[in-house]
Nanobody, 121 residues
């Protein structure tokens, strides 16, 4: 079984920064793409950033130039550095890995439980 656990959320003032982490566990052999999604109050979940195993990145237009996604393949961990935060960045941030290969098989569509990010004005 695979688990994704996010950490690093919290309350921050507008203009501040946070770094989210996503730790994957479960006899993992490889993770292809890792992504961060968020669900803002009253809105649908949206993709924020994604990174392939070879560090090709993609960002939502709303966070380009402010957020930076990275990963440590040896540690099976992903990160999202968020700078110049705005109140509209408030929401629950989820880690997602579409495909994780483990010693016991392949797991698809893997999600963490989410971490709350609140940006005050």
């Amino acid at each position: 079984q695979v688990h994704l656990v996010e950490s690093g959320g919290g309350l921050v003032q507008a203009g501040g920064s946070l770094r989210l982490s996503c730790a994957a566990s479960g006899s993992i052999r490889s993770i292809n793409t890792m992504a961060w999604f968020r669900r803002a109050p009253g809105k649908q979940r949206e993709m924020v950033a994604q990174i392939t195993r070879v560090n090709i990145t993609n960002y939502a237009d709303s966070v380009k130039g402010r957020f930076s996604i990275s990963r440590d393949n040896a540690e099976n961990t992903g990160y999202l550095r968020m700078n110049s935060l705005k109140p509209e960045d408030t929401g629950i941030y989820y880690c997602h890995a579409p495909r994780i290969e483990t010693n016991g098989g392949v797991y698809f569509d893997n999600w963490g439980q989410g971490t709350q990010v609140t940006v005050s004005s």
